[in-house]
């Protein structure tokens, strides 16, 4: 009987070990996110960010083309002003950031003989969120919807 009792107890002893090794042995790590893939499509975000020490609201719609085409239609107002808009389009690249779930992104521009270009982190939240500076983008549906 307590020959049994050992080979059930290794047994599950090395069943415990090949589980925590499989469970804990791999985290998500900065590398892992596909970015280029995860923000290719358009996205949409209405949120609050302060701007040059200044609160503004903001209301932004993102497309990020396989391409490597983007447009940003960027609209914002501070306390009780009328709306501004940014229309702004060009290039695009994104790279895994240094966090987990990041993603650095780097968007191009090329007009009256200049070129502009600006790198942002993205946080990715969940499959269709991310966040850029504290507000979040959710994915637009194919219907023209979130998610």
Request: negative net charge; aromatic residues 8%; contains cysteine.
């Amino acid at each position: 009987m307590l020959l049994d009792w050992r080979c059930t107890m290794k047994a599950h002893i090395a069943a415990l070990s090949i589980i925590a090794v499989l469970g804990v042995g791999r985290t998500a790590g900065a590398g892992d996110l596909d970015c280029a893939a995860f923000l290719t499509g358009a996205w949409t975000g209405r949120g609050e960010v302060e701007m040059f020490g200044t609160k503004s609201e903001v209301d932004n719609a993102y497309t990020f083309g396989a391409d490597g085409s983007f447009r940003t239609i960027n609209r914002y107002r501070s306390q009780d002003a009328d709306w501004s808009e940014q229309d702004v389009s060009g290039t695009w690249t994104a790279m895994s950031g240094t966090d987990a779930g990041s993603c650095e992104v780097r968007m191009e521009t090329t007009g009256d003989g200049m070129t502009a270009s600006t790198t942002t982190t993205y946080t990715r939240v969940d499959d269709d969120t991310f966040s850029p500076m504290g507000f979040r983008m959710e994915r637009v549906g194919q219907d023209g919807d979130g998610g």
